[in-house]
Nanobody, 112 residues
Framework: QVQLVESGGGLVQTGGSLRLSCAASGRTLSNYNMIWYRQAPGKEREFVATITSSGSTYYADSVKGRFTISRHNANNTLYLQMDSLIPEDTAVYYC??????WGQGAQVTVSS
C-alpha cells in the first residue's frame, strides 16, 4: 500500500524553526516529483515548494530564502526545513507526490 506519513508540525514563536518530514512506504520517493502544499484557515491550498526526481528545487516567493525542501533517498523521506517562521506561515502542510498521493497533513502554528 502506497502511503505518505507526515510528522514534525507544532507550535513555534515568530522567528523559530521547524522541520517537517514526509515518510514514504510502498514506493521510492526519488522516482517522483514531490511537492509541499499548505492551507491556512479560510484560504485555498497553495504551493510551497517542490523537488523534482532529478533533484531540482523550486519555491513559492513567500517562502524563498526561508524554507528548504530536501529528500533523503536512503530514508525514503521528504523534508521541509522552515526557518524564520512568521505568523503568516500558520497552516496545515501537506506533502504530495506527482501521481497525486497525499500525506495526511501536519499543523504548523506560528505565534506572534
Amino acid at each position: 500500500q502506497v502511503q505518505l506519513v507526515e510528522s514534525g508540525g507544532g507550535l513555534v514563536q515568530t522567528g523559530g524553526s521547524l522541520r517537517l518530514s514526509c515518510a514514504a512506504s510502498g514506493r521510492t520517493l526519488s522516482n517522483y516529483n514531490m511537492i509541499w502544499y499548505r492551507q491556512a484557515p479560510g484560504k485555498e491550498r497553495e504551493f510551497v515548494a517542490t523537488i523534482t526526481s532529478s533533484g531540482s528545487t523550486y519555491y513559492a516567493d513567500s517562502v524563498k530564502g526561508r524554507f528548504t525542501i530536501s529528500r533523503h533517498n536512503a530514508n525514503n523521506t521528504l523534508y521541509l526545513q522552515m526557518d524564520s517562521l512568521i505568523p503568516e506561515d500558520t497552516a496545515v502542510y501537506y506533502c504530495k507526490s506527482s501521481d497525486d498521493v497525499w500525506g495526511q497533513g501536519a499543523q504548523v502554528t506560528v505565534s506572534s
